[in-house]
T-cell receptor
Framework: KAGVTQTPRYLIKTRGQQVTLSCSPISGHRSVSWYQQTPGQGLQFLFEYFSETQRNKGNFPGRFSGRQFSNSRSEMNVSTLELGDSALYLC???????????????FGPGTRLTVL | EDQVTQSPEALRLQEGESSSLNCSYTVSGLRGLFWYRQDPGKGPEFLFTLYSAGEEKEKERLKATLTKKESFLHITAPKPEDSATYLCAVRPLLSDYKLSFGAGTTVTVRA
């Protein structure tokens, strides 16, 4: 079974630009979560989607947004990029058959975003 | 607010030298505690899920245990390929179910 895939793997942008990252979950998984990972802050939760609905949201500004499609694939968007947005962005999927975030999450390889 | 604290921050071991990593947590009822392994530049790799105090899980040289306030990841006779950052995460039983991660313990095993 294929794992979680994320595209692109690497991205370089300049301040003020916007970026869209994509995530394809493990086949059959209905929940997708996004995290930002930096050396100083560790893994921080951005948001979680289940059946195209945002189920949870972390403490990030409105410049960070996401969505989930009917096939469970998800995208996250960051507008008006700042230097501090440079990070590894990780997507994780889980089965969550009962509709509640109960199961272990499986992570993709991440997208390394560098903002210049 | 849910809190997860991992110790030590870094651990340097000689090959074959067993040791333990600690994950202390404060959560409003525990739905599950998860251990992950992360190699540099890669996404975390799932290792174990623990649900209730007294539970233990094993995988090769790794063994995870759980009490009401903390979890331990024991590494028995480690090899250089066990070098990685080990992350602990908790999901609360109630409230918003958000997964909270600790900062991780970076383990280096020397041959």
């Amino acid at each position: 079974k294929a794992g979680v895939t994320q595209t692109p793997r690497y991205l370089i942008k300049t301040r003020g630009q916007q970026v869209t990252l994509s995530c394809s979950p493990i086949s059959g998984h209905r929940s997708v979560s996004w995290y930002q990972q930096t050396p100083g802050q560790g893994l921080q939760f951005l948001f979680e989607y289940f059946s195209e609905t945002q189920r949870n949201k972390g403490n990030f500004p409105g410049r960070f947004s996401g969505r989930q499609f009917s096939n469970s694939r998800s995208e996250m968007n960051v507008s008006t990029l700042e230097l501090g947005d440079s990070a590894l962005y990780l997507c994780a999927s889980s089965l969550d058959t009962e509709g509640l975030p109960m199961d272990e999450q499986f992570f993709g390889p991440g997208t390394r975003l560098t903002v210049l | 607010e849910d809190q997860v604290t991992q110790s030590p921050e870094a651990l340097r071991l000689q090959e074959g030298e067993s040791s333990s990593l600690n994950c202390s947590y404060t959560v409003s009822g525990l739905r599950g505690l998860f251990w992950y392994r992360q190699d540099p530049g890669k996404g975390p790799e799932f290792l174990f899920t623990l649900y209730s105090a007294g539970e233990e899980k094993e995988k090769e040289r790794l063994k995870a245990t759980l009490t009401k306030k903390e979890s331990f990841l024991h590494i028995t006779a480690p090899k250089p390929e066990d070098s990685a950052t080990y992350l602990c995460a908790v999901r609360p039983l109630l409230s918003d179910y958000k997964l909270s991660f600790g900062a991780g313990t970076t383990v280096t095993v020397r041959a």
